[in-house]
């Protein structure tokens, strides 16, 4: 079993940065795909950026690429999200996620969630 805790979430002006964690434990994330996801109020759940079990391949949805970076650190058995140039739009709840030995994570199915961490970006 595999808990999730995110962290790092907040208030930042549109044009700021911020960096979101996702601390892992019970299990190593060096043979889990990360996923992070997002969902804002009245909208469904989206894939916003992921990267592979071996930590070689990074995924991005379309509207953050560019702007967001994920990454990983094994030793801290912690996967970041580094998010630059915010816009009101990326205003939502934003979750982590792990699926054991998946390679391309924007189409895993994920086994575990975290509990979310808040993102608003002000306008």
């Known amino acids: 079993q595999v808990q999730l805790v995110e962290s790092g979430?907040?208030?930042v002006q549109a044009g700021g940065s911020l960096r979101l964690?996702?601390?892992a434990s019970g299990r190593n994330i060096s043979r889990y795909a990360m996923g992070w996801f997002r969902q804002a109020p009245g909208?469904?759940?989206e894939f916003v950026a992921g990267i592979s079990w071996?930590?070689?391949t990074t995924y991005y949805t379309g509207p953050v690429k560019g702007r967001f970076t994920t990454s990983r650190d094994t030793t801290k058995n912690t996967v970041y999200l580094q998010m630059n140039s915010l816009k009101a739009e990326d205003t939502a709840v934003y979750y982590c996620a792990a699926a054991y030995r998946v390679y391309d994570a924007p189409r895993a199915v994920y086994d575990y969630w975290g509990q979310g961490t808040q993102v608003t970006v002000s306008s």
């Open 54 to 56: 071996d930590g070689r």
């Open 21 to 23: 964690s996702c601390a």
């Open 9 to 11: 979430g907040g208030l």
């Open 43 to 45: 909208k469904q759940r």
